[in-house]
T-cell receptor
Framework: GESVGLHLPTLSVQEGDNSIINCAYSNSASDYFIWYKQESGKGPQFIIDIRSNMDKRQGQRVTVLLNKTVKHLSLQIAATQPGDSAVYFCAENLSAGGTSYGKLTFGQGTILTVHP | DAGVIQSPRHEVTEMGQEVTLRCKPISGHNSLFWYRQTMMRGLELLIYFNNNVPIDDSGMPEDRFSAKMPNASFSTLKIQPSEPRDSAVYFC?????????????FGSGTQLSVL
């Protein structure tokens, strides 16, 4: 039969615009979340993380927002640049009993395309 | 700093052949993960080691897949016999679990094509 691949959400923005990438996570008990960026031909690269006791964390040009009520995570990229074009993955982790378990569950990813 | 090092970068083999993928984690990291990435299923965790001991291999597809970590600086993922449906990018990642962050550092992956 014919195989069907994942249909990743896509986001196209102009250079200089702000980008918002959204993610719905699955486990209400997850207490640690990470955003990864994957460029073509490369492995996922860490961008920013956040623990469940926070609702916002800022990095350099990036901000992660966490809404535990609706199990939603977002990544905001300020002044998006062509080099930001990539697939962005959110990942969640359930730390068992305070000991880091490390089993990250990844979302399907969002394709970000930045036009000059 | 040398990141996670995987070899080979590309592997093309014929159905039925044995394939061995290699990984050197970041020095000092105590956990190592093997992931598989396909268009159909995205990123899937295959197996996870902590202090060289396999902790969770529930993601290993079937008995044709095996992974070892003989020491803290080396791991292999073996497929025997390989099948076309094993074609994917296989990533190794390492982490210093037990600290303040569980973030994984990924290698560049091995692109496997089974003909």
């Amino acid at each position: 039969g014919e195989s069907v691949g994942l249909h990743l959400p896509t986001l196209s923005v102009q250079e200089g615009d702000n980008s918002i990438i959204n993610c719905a996570y699955s486990n209400s008990a997850s207490d640690y979340f990470i955003w990864y960026k994957q460029e073509s031909g490369k492995g996922p690269q860490f961008i920013i993380d956040i623990r469940s006791n926070m609702d916002k964390r800022q990095g350099q040009r990036v901000t992660v927002l966490l809404n535990k009520t609706v199990k939603h995570l977002s990544l905001q990229i300020a002044a998006t640049q062509p080099g930001d074009s990539a697939v962005y993955f959110c990942a969640e982790n359930l730390s068992a009993g305070g000991t880091s378990y490390g089993k990250l569950t990844f979302g399907q990813g969002t394709i970000l395309t930045v036009h000059p | 700093d040398a990141g996670v090092i995987q070899s080979p970068r590309h592997e093309v083999t014929e159905m039925g052949q044995e394939v061995t993928l290699r990984c050197k984690p970041i020095s000092g990291h105590n956990s190592l993960f093997w992931y598989r990435q396909t268009m159909m299923r995205g990123l899937e965790l295959l197996i996870y080691f902590n202090n060289n001991v396999p902790i969770d291999d529930s993601g290993m597809p079937e008995d044709r897949f095996s992974a070892k970590m003989p020491n803290a600086s080396f791991s292999t993922l073996k497929i025997q016999p390989s099948e076309p449906r094993d074609s994917a990018v296989y990533f190794c990642a390492s982490s210093a679990l037990g600290g303040l962050s569980e973030k994984l550092f990924f290698g560049s992956g091995t692109q496997l094509s089974v003909l």
